[in-house]
């Protein structure tokens, strides 16, 4: 069956940077149409953070761009999120969803706090 399982979040400096992994079995990426992050603050909605595709396209939530890069490594199987100059307003569960077909399946979920 397809699992997700997200990695890296912690607790990071504002200005800091922070990798998220987001490891995907029971599945390869190039069969997956998209994959990505979202993320979702104490009492707000979840929303986009950065997705990629399996053609290798990307997308961006506006809050993260110049900031954030999505990347795939599909021998590792493995979605990534490079965080750079991380805000308190990014302190968020970061979670990994990926679209196959007409299924989406959705990881348990990552911590990052950015706090000084």
């Known amino acids: 069956q397809v699992q997700l399982v997200e990695s890296g979040g912690g607790l990071v400096q504002p200005g800091g940077s922070l990798r998220l992994s987001c490891a995907a079995s029971?599945?390869?990426?190039?069969?997956?149409?998209?994959i990505g992050w979202y993320r979702q603050a104490p009492g707000k909605q979840r929303e986009l953070v950065a997705v990629?595709?399996?053609?290798?396209?990307?997308n961006y939530a506006d809050s993260v761009k110049g900031r954030f890069t999505i990347s795939r490594d599909t021998a590792k199987n493995t979605v990534y999120l490079e965080m750079n100059s991380l805000k308190a307003e990014d302190t968020a569960v970061y979670s990994c969803?990926?679209?196959?077909?007409?299924?989406?399946?959705w990881g348990q979920g990552t911590q990052v706090t950015v706090s000084s």
């Open positions: 029971g599945i390869t990426l190039n069969s997956i149409y998209v």
């Open positions: 969803n990926a679209r196959v077909g007409s299924r989406q399946f």
């Open positions: 990629i595709t399996v053609g290798g396209s990307t």
